[in-house]
Nanobody, 111 residues
Framework: QVQLVESGGGLVQAGGSLRLSCTAS????????MAWYRQAPGKQRELVAR???????IYADSVRGRFTISRDNAKKMVNLQMNSLKPEDTAVYYC?????WGQGTQVTVSS
């Protein structure tokens, strides 16, 4: 059974950077699309970025140009590099593969 474990969240000032990582178990990581979602207090969970098995990416309008999603199939890892962070990026960030979710990692951006 696939398990997803996120790391890399924390507290950062506006304008700063964080890098989130998600490590997956299982043998079929390389053929699956991976995604990052986030959920802020009182709001619905939303897609942040997605990367296909072939490396094609999509981003939410709110993060395009600031965030970069990447994957390392050999390490079964997907990363989210977040630059120029804003207070509105504050949320719990979740790694996703199809119906599987990680436990989430908190990102807090102070103004």
């Amino acid at each position: 059974q696939v398990q997803l474990v996120e790391s890399g969240g924390g507290l950062v000032q506006a304008g700063g950077s964080l890098r989130l990582s998600c490590t997956a178990s299982g043998n079929i990581f390389s053929i699956k699309a991976m995604a990052w979602y986030r959920q802020a207090p009182g709001k619905q969970r939303e897609l942040v970025a997605r990367i296909t098995s072939g490396g094609s990416t999509i981003y939410a309008d709110s993060v395009r140009g600031r965030f970069t999603i990447s994957r390392d199939n050999a390490k079964k890892m997907v990363n989210l590099q977040m630059n120029s962070l804003k207070p509105e990026d504050t949320a719990v960030y979740y790694c996703n593969q199809e119906s599987k979710w990680g436990q989430g990692t908190q990102v807090t951006v102070s103004s």
